[in-house]
Nanobody, 128 residues
């Protein structure tokens, strides 16, 4: 069973960079056809699929955050990371990482609704 766990600071100051790590267990992030996602949910709003990195290292950023976002991975630690720069209070949200096996898809093919493994989510507040 694939499990994901987000980690990172819960409080970030405006204009700083938010950095989160997702640690995957029960499977390798390089296993064929697996894609790994970052999603966030601001208070009172719906989920926003931010971006993804694939088993092959391909990365896709959603257009709304592309200019401020970076996704990377550390295969030796079986982790993938999110960095979001120049944060504002509007970036306050619960941040989730997720993964899914999707043969025939690409890193840009989201949201995903079926057979998704989710992390528990981590609250990130942007405030001075």
């Amino acid at each position: 069973q694939v499990q994901l766990q987000e980690s990172g600071p819960g409080l970030v100051k405006p204009a700083q960079t938010l950095s989160l790590t997702c640690t995957v267990s029960g499977g390798s992030i390089t296993t064929k056809y697996y894609y790994w996602y970052w999603i966030r949910q601001p208070p009172g709003k719906g989920r926003e699929w931010m971006g993804a990195i694939g088993f092959n290292g391909n990365i896709y950023y959603g257009p709304s955050l592309e200019s401020r976002m970076s996704i990377s991975r550390d295969t030796s630690k079986n982790q993938f990371t999110l960095q979001l720069s120049s944060v504002t209070p509007e970036d306050t949200a619960v941040y989730y990482c997720a993964g899914a096996r999707r043969p025939g898809s690409g890193a840009n093919d989201f949201p995903v609704y079926d057979n998704v493994y989710w992390g528990q989510g981590t609250q990130v507040t942007v405030s001075s």
